[in-house]
């Protein structure tokens, strides 16, 4: 069936480093691909998104890739800071107005 | 303050006592949806509506019902609830459907089922 997953369930880095969390898909028709972020005792936050015909899309401290190739989507966050961690979340548009996420990674920013 | 509210944030009730979780927007989002999270499963859409009297099954809808008689407000219940319901429930809105518009969730309600 259709499903989104994530290579790593968590990640650690220091303060200051770039993060990179990826994410396959297997829908390949979705037009829509989305990454949230999840602090604890709150429901996900929208970080940016992207359109399948756009392979890059950056905003502030985020860039999202999307490669269609071979189904893979990153979100790279520039200059972490303690603030980032949390789990993120890639999600899918997949069809009939359903979203598809994946499982999630936690991300750990230690000082 | 654009919002997605959820009521309430958690309940404790026992098997076969019905419950509703109700949710509302104030930002006239055509667009809601209840989502169940489990850990190791993600979220997992229980039901959507894409606008008032319009309701569609998600991928888990077995056990709970909806309605959308008014655009701000998606409760979500629970006729028969059971321990395989337990779990942490999230409510979403967007202006219009998913293809170019991302979701707002509330915070969450955390229901237990003994």
């Known amino acids: 069936g259709e499903s989104v997953g994530l290579h790593l369930p968590t990640l650690s880095v220091q303060e200051g480093d770039n993060s990179i969390i990826n994410c396959a898909y297997s829908?390949?028709?979705?037009?829509?691909f989305i990454w949230y972020k999840q602090e604890s005792g709150k429901g996900p936050q929208f970080i940016i998104d992207i359109r399948s015909n756009m392979d890059k899309r950056q905003g502030q401290r985020v860039t999202v890739l999307l490669n269609k190739t071979v189904k893979h989507l990153s979100l790279q966050i520039a200059a972490t800071q303690p603030g980032d961690s949390a789990v993120y979340f890639c999600?899918?548009?997949?069809?009939?107005?359903?979203?598809?996420f994946g499982a999630g990674t936690r991300l750990a920013v230690h000082p | 303050e654009a919002q997605v509210t959820q009521n309430p944030r958690y309940l404790i009730t026992v098997t076969g006592k019905k419950l509703t979780v109700t949710c509302s927007q104030n930002?006239?989002?055509?667009?809601m949806s209840w989502y169940r999270q489990d850990p190791g499963l993600g979220l997992r859409q229980i039901y959507y509506s894409m606008n008032v009297e319009v309701t569609d099954k998600g991928d888990v809808p077995e056990g709970y019902k909806v309605s959308r008689k008014e655009k701000r407000n998606f409760p979500l219940i629970l006729e028969s609830p059971s321990p395989n319901q337990t779990s942490l429930y999230f409510c979403?809105?967007?202006?219009?459907?998913?293809?170019?518009?991302?979701?707002?969730f509330g915070d969450g309600t955390r229901l237990s089922i003994l």
């Open positions: 829908n390949s028709a979705s037009d829509y």
């Open positions: 999600a899918q548009e997949g069809g009939y107005n359903k979203l598809i």
């Open positions: 979403a809105s967007s202006f219009e459907g998913l293809s170019n518009q991302p979701q707002h």
């Open positions: 930002m006239n989002h055509e667009y």
